[in-house]
């Protein structure tokens, strides 16, 4: 049986708090990072990483500043409206520091010890040091915080479960699975695509 609407109608004809919200123009997703303890063998460098959100945000090519406007899980510290900045690293907006007495300090780094909605985030030790890559998937939501922490092992691991059961994934099918966001009740589809520009792991 073949539906009459398509996808933007049946997005027009959902209640508008119930759909996927952009970001004001002024604002922007910052990463808080927390540096993982790793083996002298691995090439790269871990992080937990959390997206805090940025206003009025200012930048160039080289850093990036703007008003805190929402609270940070690994910077506890940090107060909603205090001027906060870094650089860029990749396609992420890294926080470094914070605006006090008219001064930059560096960020005081104190995580909860449960409850923690973070991504894994990896750089090259040696070499492309800039090349900050997430290895989750973010929410489909644009002013939504969370990541899903589900990797790409994990991902495939779950598509090998259903094509020993399915035929037809064994058959050239692309597969994908749909999660919920716990936050914001936005799904979305993960595929293969979804781990283009990510760190698989």
């Keep these: 049986m ?20 952009p970001l004001p123009d002024d ?7 927390l540096e993982l303890p ?11 990483g959390e997206r805090v959100l ?12 703007g008003h805190l406007a929402s609270q940070s899980q690994l910077a506890p510290t940090l ?3 205090e001027i906060v900045g870094g650089r860029p690293f990749n396609r992420h907006r890294v926080c470094e520091g914070v605006v006090r007495d008219n001064r930059v300090t560096a960020l005081t ?36 915080a969370h990541y899903f922490s589900l990797t790409h092992s994990q991902f495939t691991e779950q598509l090998n479960a259903v094509a020993a059961t399915v035929p037809q994934y064994g058959n050239g099918a692309s597969g994908y699975l749909i999660a919920k966001c716990e936050l914001c009740q936005t799904s979305k589809v993960i595929d293969e695509k979804a781990f283009a520009t990510l760190f698989k792991i």
């Design 27 to 33: 604002c922007a997703w910052a990463i808080v990072l």
């Design 54 to 65: 940025v206003e009025r945000l200012a930048e160039g090519t080289a850093s990036w500043s």
């Design 79 to 81: 107060r909603v409206g």
């Design 2 to 21: 073949q539906s009459s609407y398509d996808y933007p109608m049946i997005v027009s004809l959902t209640p508008k708090e119930l759909c996927p919200q």
């Design 109 to 144: 780094l104190d995580p909860p010890s449960s409850g923690l909605d973070v991504a894994t985030f990896l750089v090259p030790k040696a070499g492309a040091t800039h090349m900050l890559q997430c290895a989750s998937v973010e929410c489909a939501n644009p002013s939504c």
């Design 38 to 48: 790793t083996a002298d063998d691995m090439p790269q460098r871990a992080f937990f």
